[in-house]
């Protein structure tokens, strides 16, 4: 799920960089809400093999959703950046810092939405080493959408970024540490169960992103691009004829 939503975004901010500029947001949103609904399903989808022996695990349905939102939102200010501000290497560090801190935050953000009957602590060094992953595969994906040419360099973009994605979810879960409470209850503290999270998981972002793939392999590549980089109002220059048997030309 991770590489499915990298590739659609990535491929959809790649369209949006020849678009003119009256289409290319709408390219930049559906790639922002791809990438984001991606690694978000990616993370929940995870989240339904993490157990805690003899504690039951709850989810606020709120908090889970609103990581969704952030996701998304801080994925989409990378993708516009460059999308709106070239390929230079400091717009590719931004977006790429940007985009990368997105998804840590989503996935912290899913995690503080957990419910149960425990203390959840966080390794700090292996914190910032996920966030540090993130970061890093964010500006490569970027950077390889926008910088290298052809279908295999974009299939390789998005299985980087999901890879990365993937890899920076599991470095982040290792940093938890739950220390159970003496209450005795193994229930959870409210919430809905992982079973009630994982119906809109797939069904929802899935579902977009089978749309969103429509879409891009409807749109052709070239459609919405500009079709001359020669300046408006610059004059066509007659070709020159060449002298026949010896005339000269006027």
């Known amino acids: 799920m991770a590489c499915l939503g990298a590739a659609l975004g990535l ?11 009256s289409r290319r947001a709408g390219w930049l949103a559906l790639g922002a809400v791809s990438i984001g609904s ?7 989808i995870a989240m339904m093999g993490f157990t805690v022996d003899e504690v039951e695990i709850n989810y ?25 501000l070239g390929r230079g290497l400091p717009v590719l560090l931004a977006a790429g810092a ?3 801190v997105g998804v840590a935050a989503m996935h912290y953000l899913g995690m503080a939405g957990m419910r149960l009957d425990a203390d959840l602590a966080y390794t700090t060094s292996t914190v910032y080493l996920s966030i540090g992953i993130a970061v ?20 390789g973009a998005s299985l980087i970024m999901g890879v990365a994605v993937t890899g920076m979810h599991y470095t982040g879960m290792a940093a938890l540490r739950v220390h159970l409470h003496d209450s005795g209850t193994a229930g959870g503290l409210g919430g809905a169960s992982p079973a009630a999270i994982l119906a809109p998981v797939l ?25 001359s980089h020669e300046p408006a109002g610059k004059p066509v220059r007659e070709p020159v004829r060449a002298p026949v048997h010896g005339r000269r030309p006027r």
Do not use: N, Y
């Open 136 to 155: 890093a595969a964010a500006t490569a994906a970027l950077w390889a959408a926008v910088s290298v040419k052809g279908f295999v360099a974009s299939l």
């Open 98 to 100: 940007i985009t990368g």
């Open 203 to 227: 069904i929802g972002p899935v579902v977009f992103l089978f749309l969103a793939g429509v879409v891009v392999a409807l749109d052709p590549p070239g459609a919405g691009q500009q079709r």
């Open 38 to 44: 991606g690694i978000w399903t990616m993370h929940f």
């Open 11 to 21: 491929r959809c901010t790649v369209r949006a960089i020849v678009m003119e500029r």
């Open 60 to 84: 606020d349905k709120s908090i889970t959703f609103a990581s969704l939102a952030v996701a998304i939102a801080v994925v989409g200010v990378g993708v516009f950046l460059v999308g709106f």
